[in-house]
Nanobody
Framework: QVQLVESGGGLVQAGGSLRLSCAAS????????MGWFRQAPGKEREFVAA????????YYADSVKGRFTISRDNAKNTIYLQMNSLKPEDTAVYYC???????????????????WGQGTQVTVSS
């Protein structure tokens, strides 16, 4: 069974930075695409960023492009989301997700992921 544990959320002022981490266990981490999603109160869960199993391909939502960076360290079974120039509209619970398809493509849809973490709260004050 795959387990994903996020950390690094918190309260930050607008313009500040945070780095989220997601530690994975339970299978060969380096063979699967991973992603970050977020969900604000009263809204649907939305795509933030995704990374291929090798790390060679990365995808971002238009709303975070140029501000957020997704990366992975396969030796540590961990992915990261570096978030810079944070805005109040970035406030949400951020979820780490793992694909269930061996060597599959990194998806921008929630349907492309089979495993989810419990989420970490990010709050950006104005």
């Amino acid at each position: 069974q795959v387990q994903l544990v996020e950390s690094g959320g918190g309260l930050v002022q607008a313009g500040g930075s945070l780095r989220l981490s997601c530690a994975a266990s339970g299978r060969a981490f380096s063979n699967y695409a991973m992603g970050w999603f977020r969900q604000a109160p009263g809204k649907e869960r939305e795509f933030v960023a995704a990374i291929s199993y090798s790390g060679g391909n990365r995808y971002y939502a238009d709303s975070v492009k140029g501000r957020f960076t997704i990366s992975r360290d396969n030796a540590k079974n961990t992915i990261y989301l570096q978030m810079n120039s944070l805005k109040p509209e970035d406030t949400a619970v951020y979820y780490c997700a793992a694909s269930g398809s061996l060597y599959g493509l990194a998806s921008t849809s929630t349907s492309g992921y089979d495993y989810w973490g419990q989420g970490t709260q990010v709050t950006v004050s104005s």
